[in-house]
């Protein structure tokens, strides 16, 4: 049985070998080219592993669709929660030379292991960490964006507590240009989104889904992953 951080990716994160074949086959063929930057988010994972933190990072093929969803939108101003070891933010900082990113983590350890990261990676200078809960820190950033002493926001990538998915998508809307974009990730996990006897739902999730379904201001989808996460999902949402 392997221990540590192979342990608990097998534990946690076992997989069908198809997803990892296709992902295998995928990765080699279109990421080759981000080697330079597969090289830094490697080194940043193994920093990550070495001070203890979870290793619950997106996987790279979520990563890269970050990154490219983020060029997409031709995003200037992203507001990342739910920093970790700075894995996602190394490739959304990657999708422009000029993109600014700001990014809350409530865990000072994490923080300081992603600036570590951050700085390796070269992106440190173009992202603000904020040490702090989402729930603090959320209210005070649509107040100085009201205010006008920071700029509104057009991409979100939400990855932190489940539980506040919703609050953090309508704090978000508060202060998102018009057309902003979000992502929130680990919406579907394993499924347990839906009730079904043999699942117990993420009531986080389904708030967060149920209320969209209510509010003018949202249009989202969800999008369902494999791979080596799992089973798991990604919602999109433009705010009009
Ligand atoms: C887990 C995975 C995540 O991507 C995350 O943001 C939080 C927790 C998990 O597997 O428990
Ligand atoms: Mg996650």
Known sequence: MATGYAGFKAE???CDERWTYVDEYTGKNLHARDKSLTDVLN???????KYGLLPIS?????????MLQA??????????????????????????????ITTVEVN???????????QNAGVLDRVEVIVGSGTDVM?????????????????????????????????????????????VDNVVRQAKLVTHPDLEPNPGNR?????????DRLDATVIQWVGDKNYDGFLMALVK
Request: net charge neutral; aromatic share 10%; charged share 25%.
């Open 58 to 66: 997106v996987s790279e093929h979520q990563g890269k669709f970050l």
């Open 207 to 215: 708030r967060m889904i149920e209320n969209i379904k209510d509010d």
């Open 139 to 183: 209210p005070q950033l649509v107040q100085e964006v009201k205010d006008g002493k920071r700029q509104p926001y057009d991409f979100t990538f939400i990855d932190a507590d489940k539980m506040n998915n919703w609050p953090y998508i309508n704090w978000f809307c508060q202060m998102a240009e018009p057309n902003a974009a979000i992502i």
């Open 108 to 118: 000072e350890n994490n923080a300081r292991v992603a600036k570590e990261n951050l």
């Open 43 to 49: 080194q940043a994972t193994a920093n990550s592993d």
């Open 12 to 14: 946690r994160y076992a």
């Open 71 to 100: 060029r997409m939108k031709g995003a200037k101003h992203i507001l990342e929660l739910g920093l970790l070891g700075g894995y996602s933010t190394i490739w959304l900082a990657n999708s422009s030379p000029s993109v600014k």
